[in-house]
């Protein structure tokens, strides 16, 4: 058999939606996994709503999320003469034929099928009748022979064995009357030239298998093999479209979901191996199989995209994670200034505390990226004459400090609760809130290290404290 080829073949009519993701990763981790090649096709037959900046938005999100295609993108509407070429083979071998039906005539037929509440299917006027009595202002559709008789079985390699009753699909058009090619013709034949082997797609498209396998046979060509994953639908159970929020990829980088903790999330959304969770990329390649892909539906569940997005936080590399907090500051907050970073770089670890997404830790770090502090009015009240002399001596007392650090600061804060008759809260919550402009956010060693001895004494004598 030949090396294993498969193709990801999005319309550039819209951003990608997340189900469409899903669909590229099992494709290309398909064909990593048996050593093959993967292909993107830009299928942009429908010039009207095909647009340049979709294709862009297309091939950056494969990009961000780790999917390279092998080759060039294929663009379909380079190939429109190729389409036409096999639908007047197909009409030469008698596998297709003219249909000179008015737009008026399919109408009856379909308002006729609706009465009696039965499926619309093209009556197959045109298909043994004599091109002689065909009508001289009438531009002929081009229509496939399909099977009328008996039933095709589709070997799929999720659904498994999948039975149709022939005379269930209609006689389709491969070609319209303006002389362009449908969906189903154009498809098929550029899944042949690319010399694609296996066609991993939604089972939404089932019904296009059917008639794709007609077209191969047809023109006497190889068939690949299908497999349909279950679409995903949202937490309610309904179909996920590209109106509900969090379809594409753009509504989860912007809040800070990481591109390798999204594609594990999707991996795992309908394919399991064993009972293992999370995996890294080597291991996605490694383990991935069609075998392993469920038959039903799975449902996009936002709190457990975030639940793996904050397990990558918290095992990343820091180094890793803090070069991927500037990069999403950068694009998507403010950029965070030279001067700031080493701050930020030395913070994370617990800065990270909690964090589910990039902006999260974005949010915590706020207290050190604003040079003004910006209070809480409400917390601001917690600031009593008792809350005033604590920050006061706490700010004498730091003189006495040469290094941060807990060991050292400890001590100081300790002799104020005595001193006070007050608990760790009664001195750490007064200095947070001059410090950080709330009650709530890090411990307040970890606040005063992360500012700075300089930068702390500044912020204890802020006017709005006095």
Known sequence: MSKVATRFAPSPTGPLHIGGVRTALFNWLYSKNQKGTFHLRIEDTDKE????????????????????????????????????????????????????CSSEEIEEQKKRAKQKKLPYIYNRKWRDADEKDAPENI???????????????????????????????E????????????????????????GMTHIIRGDDHKINTFKQIQIYLAMGWEVPSFAHIPLIHTIEGKKLSKRDNASTLDDYSKIGIMPDALRNYLLRLGWSY????????????????????????????????????????????????FKSLIEYCGIYKEKIKPEKEEKIKNSLS?????????????????????????????????????????????????????ILSKETLEPVVNELIQS?????????QPLRVALTGSKFGPGIYDIIISLGKEEVKKRLTNKKLT
């Open 274 to 321: 064993q009972d293992k969770e999370i995996f890294t990329l080597d291991e996605s390649i490694k383990y991935f199989n069609l075998e392993g892909i469920g038959k039903s539906p799975s449902k996009l569940d936002m709190s457990r995209i975030l639940s793996v997005n904050e397990h990558y936080i918290k095992t990343i590399d820091e180094q890793q994670l």
């Open 49 to 100: 709503r095909s647009k340049e900046e979709h294709r862009i938005q297309i091939v950056n999100s494969l990009k961000w999320i780790g999917i390279e295609h092998d080759g060039d993108e294929y663009i379909q509407s380079n190939k429109v003469e190729d389409h036409i070429k096999v639908a007047n083979e197909l009409l030469k071998n008698g596998s297709a034929y003219k249909c000179y």
């Open 420 to 428: 006070n008759g007050t608990n760790f809260k009664g001195v750490g």
């Open 139 to 169: 531009k002929p559709v081009i229509r496939f022979k399909s099977k009328i008789e008996g039933s095709s079985i589709l070997k799929d390699l999720v659904q498994g064995d999948v039975e149709i009753e022939n005379n269930t699909i």
């Open 171 to 194: 006689d389709f058009i491969i070609l319209r009357n303006d002389g362009t090619p449908t969906y189903n013709l154009s498809a098929t034949v550029d899944d042949h030239q690319m």
């Open 350 to 402: 617990f800065l990270k505390n909690k964090a589910k997404t990039l902006e999260d830790i974005f949010n915590n770090a706020q207290y050190i990226l604003k040079d003004e502090v910006n209070f809480n009015q409400e917390d601001l009240k917690l600031i009593d004459v008792k809350a005033k002399r604590i920050i006061s001596v706490f700010n004498e007392n730091l003189n006495k400090v040469n």
